[in-house]
């Protein structure tokens, strides 16, 4: 033990503002190339001394509202894998009493489960005093899931292997987004397995690999709105559709509500609708809050940075 009282970390959800899915791997993942972009929507991670390990899951993405068995506070849990997991790394024993604050709408879209993870990598390093090396926490978070290496970074990164390898890209704006979250969760390999079918079967174009993120690298390093907004792209999306065929009406509120264009965060079914500015994110928001298509909706920008100590 370091000897801390409690160790609070922030959690940022993420878009993937480029999704580039190529075959299926034999390992049952499928080859990547995408564009993750961190946003202001946190779940809070926080971790004090414990005897074992406990752990709480509150907040209005909580169970009954996140819907049965969605957010398990047991060891099934992605925080409480990665607990055990650093502590196996680190050679400590695994005794902490963690706290997760949700906020993040569950099977979403959002990798708030990720995100969550990561950030307790990151809270119990500190609080164990483990001092792991970013590449092994960084090797531990890829063990964890695709997404959580991601959560580690934050700002912007480029994903390639399964989405676990992340190289920090260059972004030179901030983003004004409003994120809205209808209906129920879905499930990513559910998703991932109807691309590979549409694809099978001829309703979209089989590809031999994942597509250049290049046009949506170039809009990110010029900074411009308009750039940003004509290459956004997700290949996981035609998928989503076909599960979730309201998704259209969702995607054309967006647009009528003048976005500057919208799409389907990663497997979905969240929304991500870009805005010209932050008054105009403000107004799109309430805008769609009245459509009456979205469960949730929420104002955000990015980049902002990956899972870190508050304070
Ligand atoms: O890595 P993660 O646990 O988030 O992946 C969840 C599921 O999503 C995988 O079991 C797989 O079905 C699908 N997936 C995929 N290709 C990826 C990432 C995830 O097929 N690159």
Redesign the pocket.
Known sequence: MSGRDAVVVRAPAKINVHLGVGP?RAD???A?TTVYLAVSLHDTVTARPGEGLSLRVTGEGAGAAAGPGLVPADRTNLVWRAAELLAEHAGVRAEADLEVAKSIPVAAGLAGG?ADAAATLVALDALWGTRAAREDLLRLAAEL???VPFGLVGGVALGTG??EQVSPVLATGRWHWVLGIAGEGLS??AV?GELDRMRADGRVPDVTGPRSAEPVLAALRGGSTAELAAALSNDLQPAALALRPDLRRALRAAGDAGARAALVSGSGPTVAALADDEQSAVRLAAELAGAGVFRTVRAVSGPVPGARPAG
Request: overall charge neutral; hydrophobic content about 20%; aromatic content about 14%.
């Open positions: 299926l049952g993942f499928h990547l990720s899931g695709s997404d399964r989405g990513t390999p991932y």
